[in-house]
């Protein structure tokens, strides 16, 4: 059997790498629908344990899930004036309900079924998931209203990427309503703080938290919050926001309560989301030139199994230590596959699995067996930590879980030292700005003057956008007194870099 053909190098073309990894890896495939992509039962393992952990979270705070339909009528979205015109060219409209024969034997649309008002695929389900709060929503008794839904949304994207950006994904939308501006401010800002939790904890995928500039804002919202990562090629990757949105949608879908006074007001809304772009984040954040690594927390299998042996008789010696250290570890809560398969070389499964990025292998040989030891191969290292350890057998199946643990605060400490390495703070000169944009990339913490002409001239010039308004504890302790476009007196620190 012919060698497999190795990945192209990140350092050589980082989206045919990414592109790679993700097919031969076999998360996602494409689809005979343009724009859309299958995600493959491995990628879909990810993406629930994804949903397994946010989940439990947005529980944790209170929420509860429910399910809103994926057809909006047309009038809804046109009643939000801002969110209108954000999406408007993005949407995909159902304007019949039949086909019928055609003269050729083929198929055509009934135009007798042509709906009266076109129903739009949803794009977001702020219109219909407030309207419903307004019929539930009576006094000020009935706030907050915490609801989280798990579905599909629609944005007719014409550039797509596995993962990153494809015309239909899957993603969670929360949606609350508050009695007041405070508490709907306080929500925003908690959800962000769970995402970050998640991205830290979870997928080692440190982000940088802010707000967004106006321009970066979310249609509809007064003030959009986001979680920026910075991927290995130096370009952020908006990996979650949520949004503050005042009373926007209250007023247009009459969302009223009485308040302890008795006075009637609108109420105060907040969204926020994460998607399977996640997948594509994580990708992005810890795979290397030989495939996945997936963090044990996330990882469909945290470790797997590979028996050697090279003559019959050894083969069931050898298959009876493995299955049974299977067991140990599966009573033990770790995720565990053994690769029995036969007519298929070790080294052959040692490849496919570090392509899948199983963060830990156990080899069991015979030799292993007569010596009640397992080789123990980690599928990266990120400092001194020895990649191949040969260690009793008693002690490695009762260590797995630590070892997992080990691996898992690894992957976030590497992640955050590179996101350092990778940021640039204290930019005042517009020359270097560009120098570092056009060249290495990374996050470029600089001055704002904080007017739109600054912000349009950088990103026609560089590409580059700001990515957030970074909150306190991520600003340069010394606050940049000019803006790094024209000089003029900075309003605030920002944080700029090219962007998925
Ligand atoms: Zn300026």
């Not at 724009?35 to 397994?52: D, H, S």
């Not at 992005?284 to 299998?301: E, K, Q, S």
């Not at 009573?331 to 080294?347: F, H, I, K, Q």
């Not at 400490?413 to 990339?441: H, K, M, P």
Request: aromatic fraction near 10%; charged fraction near 30%; glycine fraction near 8%.
């Amino acid at each position: 059997m012919a060698a497999e053909k190795g990945l192209t190098p990140r350092a050589e073309d980082f989206s045919a790498w990414y592109n790679e990894v993700v097919l031969r890896g076999e998360l996602a495939d494409y689809s005979p629908v343009r724009g859309c992509m299958v995600i493959r039962p491995y990628g879909y393992g990810i993406w629930e344990n994804m949903q397994r952990a946010l989940d439990r979270m947005f529980k944790e705070t209170g929420h509860q899930n429910a399910y809103f339909p994926l057809f909006i009528p047309q009038s809804f979205i046109a009643r939000e004036a801002e969110h209108v015109e954000g999406f408007a060219k993005e949407m995909a409209v159902v304007t019949h309900t039949r086909l019928r024969a055609s003269a050729d034997g083929g198929l055509e649309v009934d135009p007798d079924s042509k709906l009266e008002e076109p129903l739009i695929v949803r794009p977001t389900s702020e219109t219909i998931i407030y309207s419903m709060f307004a019929k539930w929503v009576q006094s000020y008794r009935d706030l907050p209203l915490l609801i989280n839904q798990w579905a599909n949304v629609v944005r007719w994207e014409m550039r797509t990427r596995l993962f990153l950006r494809t015309a239909e994904f899957l993603w969670q939308e929360g949606h609350t309503a508050h009695a007041t501006e405070a508490e709907a401010e306080e929500e925003a800002r908690r959800m962000l703080g769970v995402y970050r939790d998640f991205m830290d904890n979870w997928m080692a995928m440190p982000p940088v938290l802010g707000r967004k500039s106006d321009s970066e804002r979310f249609p509809g919202a007064v003030r959009t919050y986001s979680c920026e990562a910075l991927m290995q090629d130096n370009r952020a990757l908006q990996a979650g926001t949520s949004h503050m949105l005042g009373q926007n949608f209250a007023r247009q879908f009459d969302l009223k309560f009485q308040s302890e006074s008795g006075a009637e007001e609108y109420a105060w809304n907040t969204s926020w989301g994460v998607s399977t772009r996640l997948i594509g984040g994580l990708v992005m954040t810890h795979g290397d030139d030989t495939g996945l690594v997936i963090p044990p927390r996330l990882a469909p299998y945290q470790v797997v199994i590979i028996p050697i042996y090279r003559r019959d008789e050894e083969r069931a010696l050898v298959l009876e230590k493995a299955e049974h250290a299977k067991e140990a570890l599966r009573n033990d809560g770790v995720s565990v596959y053994l690769d029995a398969r036969e007519g298929m070389t070790p080294g052959a499964k040692f490849y496919e699995w570090e392509r899948k990025g199983v963060p830990l292998r156990i080899e069991i040989g015979p030799r292993d067996v007569a010596q009640e030891q397992l080789v123990l191969v980690r599928r990266a290292v990120y400092g001194e930590e020895l990649r191949k350890e040969t260690v009793g057998e008693a002690e490695a199946l009762a260590g797995i879980r630590t070892r997992l643990e080990a691996i898992q605060q690894a992957m976030l400490a590497a992640a955050v030292r590179r996101r350092e390495q990778n940021s640039y703070r204290g930019v005042e000169d517009y020359g270097r700005f560009r120098e570092i944009i056009d060249g290495s990339g990374g996050f470029v913490y600089a001055g704002w003057c904080g007017s739109a002409e600054c912000e349009a001239r950088v990103k026609e010039e560089t590409k580059a956008t700001i990515r957030v308004l970074p909150f306190e504890e991520f600003r340069t302790p010394e606050a940049p007194a000019r803006c790094v476009v024209c000089g003029g007196e900075a309003r605030e620190e920002a944080v700029w870099a090219r962007a998925y």
